[in-house]
Structure formats: structure tokens, C-alpha cells
């Protein structure tokens, strides 16, 4: 299983960038996937998640202005994340299970200037 996630970079605050997933050695489409973010210093949390049917999920922090989608054509999924603050400052993690196994994408670094 390979997760590589990319779209990360250097963004003002107010502005928008949208990080891809792609996935490769799974039958993506079956599978949840989730994007996590871990802060300098601080834990890895999770931001936001999807079902293999759609269903989607959001830490309270991000509600409203980021948004989680899948295609599961491309294999690929997605975070747009709109209005950004200085606090969404992180790595991003792309994730996914397979047979009880997490698998982890590289990481994007996305930093949110004030």
C-alpha cells in the first residue's frame, strides 16, 4: 500500500489550497480514508475523514471551511481547505486501514502566514 499526498505549501491567511492523496496496492475504493495533521510540538489529530460510501467527518476546528471528498476513479482523495488561520500551520497525513494495518502517506507541510 502506497499513500502519497501532495499540495501543501506556504498560503496567507484567508486563502485556500486543496491537498490530494493518491493511493496505489489497495482496492481504494472500499476503503475510509482520513487526513490527519500534526502541529510542531503537538500531537497527531484528525482532521477530517470519509467512508468508502461518502459519509464524511470534521474536527469541530475545521467545520465549514475545509471539505473531504474521493475519487475513486483516480484513486485519489482530497482536502479543500478554504479560509485558512495560522493555526491549521502543519503537516498533513493522508491515512487509510487495511486488515487492521494503518498506512500513512509522507506527510505536506502547509503553513498559514497571519
Known amino acids: 500500500v502506497q499513500l502519497q499526498a501532495f499540495g501543501g505549501g506556504l498560503v496567507q491567511a484567508g486563502g485556500s489550497l486543496r491537498l490530494s492523496c493518491a493511493a496505489s496496492?489497495?482496492?481504494?475504493?472500499?476503503?475510509?480514508m482520513s487526513w490527519y495533521r500534526q502541529a510542531p510540538g503537538k500531537q497527531r489529530v484528525l482532521v477530517a475523514s470519509?467512508?468508502?460510501?461518502?459519509?464524511?467527518n470534521y474536527t469541530d476546528s475545521v467545520k465549514g471551511r475545509f471539505t473531504i471528498s474521493r475519487d475513486n476513479v483516480k484513486r485519489t482523495v482530497y482536502l479543500q481547505m478554504n479560509n485558512l488561520k495560522p493555526d491549521d500551520t502543519a503537516i498533513y497525513y493522508c491515512?487509510?486501514?487495511?486488515?487492521?494495518?494503518?498506512?500513512w502517506g509522507q506527510g505536506t507541510l502547509v503553513t498559514v502566514s497571519s
Open positions: 491515512k487509510t486501514v487495511r486488515a487492521a494495518w494503518d498506512y
Open positions: 470519509i467512508s468508502s460510501g461518502g459519509a464524511t
Open positions: 496496492g489497495i482496492n481504494f475504493r472500499v476503503h475510509a
